[in-house]
């Protein structure tokens, strides 16, 4: 009986020195296996590293030459417009010039002969007469035709003594006779007065 069991405790000796031997072998394997796929891994990071390097500096590569060929583009458009506001700008100059000196032309020429007319008519006696507010009927020599018609209201002011702006004050008066005064709310008046016809004799 003994030696019955001392044969089945050897043969589970035995059995467990091949179980731990095949394990070792088994561990030594997949510590190769490991160690080949950690390599594997290693170089597959290394080679995607490289590759989105790659990439990146391939898109950068690619977005500068765009950028640059888009940059001359405005650049050349820029240039363009601007020889072009400076020709435009050189006719308008041109053209402007010659208007104003067409212009004179035309000024001298109206005025010479228009003062040659007036000069006629006024040597068989026939005068220029005009009325102003204020002023009445006014005899408008050949010499003072121009400064006449230029402003009749500044020209009116000056036969009554008073400034322009005097005058016109009273124009507006006169037109309107109405108290300018402003009430407490802050409207004008406007109650009807009499009118004063006289330019001198108005003190707003």
């Known amino acids: ?9 050897e043969n589970m000796r035995l059995l467990n020195a091949q179980l731990k031997e095949r394990m070792e ?39 500068q030459l765009k950028v640059e060929a ?19 700008n050189e006719q308008e100059s041109s053209l402007n010039e010659e208007v104003a000196r067409l212009r004179d032309e035309v000024q001298n020429l109206v005025s010479n002969s228009g003062n040659e007319v ?8 026939i005068n220029f007469v005009a009325y102003q507010p204020g002023a009445g009927h006014i005899t408008i020599p050949v010499a003072d035709l121009t400064v006449y018609t ?8 000056k036969k009554c003594g008073l400034t322009p702006v005097q005058y016109r ?3 507006v008066h006169y037109q309107n006779p109405s108290c300018c005064a402003l009430n407490s709310d ?14 001198n004799d108005f003190h707003p």
């Not at 594997?40 to 990146?56: M, N, P, T, W, Y």
């Not at 009807?192 to 016809?197: K, L, S, Y």
């Open 1 to 9: 009986r003994l030696a019955e069991q001392d044969k089945d405790i």
């Open 25 to 63: 072998s088994q561990m030594v394997k997949m510590d190769g296996i490991r160690e080949y796929f950690e390599h594997k891994l290693k170089s597959a990071q290394s080679g995607e590293k490289e590759s989105i390097e790659s990439l990146r500096k391939q898109y950068e590569l690619e977005m």
């Open 70 to 88: 888009a940059t001359s583009e405005l650049q050349d458009m820029i240039q363009m417009r601007d020889m072009e506001l400076m020709y435009r």
């Open 118 to 125: 007036l000069s006629h008519l006024q040597e068989r006696g």
């Open 150 to 157: 230029e402003s009749p209201q500044d020209y009116a002011a």
């Open 169 to 171: 004050t009273w124009l």
């Open 186 to 199: 802050g409207s004008v008046c406007g109650v009807p007065i009499d009118r004063i016809h006289n330019p």
